[in-house]
């Protein structure tokens, strides 16, 4: 071996660089960059964000070790025989959907239901602001064929299943579905859509809302009564949530029953150093890797597409379609209620908590500075994160019946 030749395996990640795929490199660092940027500048859900562009990075290094097929694969990945340890998280994480159950069980431990319970109506707006999966759903269908060619019945219906659940700003969910339709190839968009849209509610929801609302009805003031439901009532409620809907909703019994197991470890009242192990240090740990691993997923082969393009379009199509869902709905009640409820209301109803709600009471102290519908708000969104599961649990099973 000459001295060019040395020289050229030593700097073999430099001359890469130089090459055409080197350029897709650059552009996913770039990538990469802006999501750290919303972190870390603007605040963005950093805990998300921060791991996933940082991992975006990781996955992208300039290739050294050769995988199936001949392809080179970045070292942190590493190949079937010898993986790395992006591709280990990867696998015990995300591919056995291990990540999303725990996140659910540190969320359930988060979420008091009380303004749930003592406001039950609230549940609608829950139902309500799922109408983007649906109708995205049924767009996919029509325009999955147009950007990939070739791509069969059976891809088509998995693929639109996983994107009108992007539209709930529900990552655990978006993920469990496309892992249960063995979407591998189109995971790295399905989860950056999901969870980039996520941190974004600050900067989507407020523009969809003022459009669809008048400045009078934005001012709206809803009464709340004080007080903390029953030691009893907060603790059968997510027993008898699970079994009604594990029974109704099989397919959505592991997430909403780790969702309300954390819920219970939280109420219980015996268990206070678990509860709070699970709002924090687990929630923090599994964020972390959570995100770390969907950035892994960010292959510049995989991820350069426009299928790519596809999926953050219609995923944010779905997004919008959630909160004007909701909004509508909340405007359409106010046609019967001599109590009028504020229409923003209906836009908590996404999975985002408490994102959506802190947006909501953001914005109505913006209209009217002493107009507190926080609690309300709350009560949506608690409510939405209960009903993007059943939507995903419901997705899996009438697309099952049709594959």
């Known amino acids: 071996m000459n001295l060019s030749e040395i020289l050229g395996d030593l700097f073999s990640g430099v001359t890469f660089l130089f090459s055409a795929a080197g350029i897709k490199t650059l552009v996913m660092f770039i990538i990469a960059g802006v999501l750290i940027y919303l972190a870390v500048k603007k605040d963005y859900e950093p805990a998300l964000l921060l791991p996933i562009g940082f991992g975006a990075i990781l996955a992208n290094l300039p290739p050294m070790l050769m995988a199936g097929g001949g392809t080179a694969v970045a070292a942190v990945l590493g190949t079937a025989e010898e993986p790395g340890f992006l591709k280990v998280l990867f696998d015990a994480g995300i591919a056995n959907e291990l990540f999303p159950v725990l996140i659910f069980i540190a969320v359930g431990a988060m979420i008091d239901f009380t303004p749930l319970l003592k406001d039950p109506s609230m549940i609608f707006f ?231 709600a802190r947006v909501i009471q953001k914005m109505a102290k913006e209209e009217a500075p002493y107009n507190f519908i926080l609690m309300q708000a709350i009560s949506a969104n608690v409510s939405g994160q209960l009903g993007s599961i059943i939507a995903g649990g419901m997705v899996i099973t009438l697309v099952s019946m049709l594959l």
């Open 126 to 356: 829950g139902a309500a602001a799922q109408f983007g999966i649906f109708t995205t759903f049924l767009v996919s269908i029509l325009l999955i064929p147009l950007v990939i060619p070739g791509a069969d019945d059976n891809l088509v219906l998995r693929l639109a299943s996983a994107i009108g659940i992007i539209g709930a700003a529900d990552g655990p969910t978006t993920l469990y579905v496309a892992n249960h339709f063995k979407l591998v190839d189109y995971m790295a968009p399905i989860s950056v859509a999901a969870y980039s849209y996520m941190s974004l509610v600050p900067v989507i929801q407020p523009p969809v809302i003022r459009a669809l609302t008048t400045k009078a009805e934005r001012q709206i003031r809803m009464d709340y009564q004080e007080g903390r439901s029953s030691r009893t009532a907060l603790i059968f409620f997510p027993i008898i949530v699970t079994i009604v809907a594990g029974i109704l909703v099989p397919m959505s019994a592991p997430l909403v029953g780790s969702l309300m197991f954390g819920n219970l470890i939280r109420e219980c009242g015996v268990l206070e150093r678990l509860s709070k192990t699970a709002q924090n240090e687990l929630a923090n740990l599994v964020t972390i890797l959570l995100g770390i691993s969907i950035g892994s997923t960010m292959v510049a082969n995989n991820f350069l597409r426009w299928d790519t393009a596809l999926i953050m379009g219609l995923g944010l199509f779905a997004f919008v379609f959630d909160t004007a869902g909701g909004v509508l709905f909340a405007k359409f009640l106010n046609l019967f209620r001599k109590n009028k409820v504020n229409p923003m209301i209906g836009a908590a109803g996404i999975s985002a908590f408490p994102m959506s």
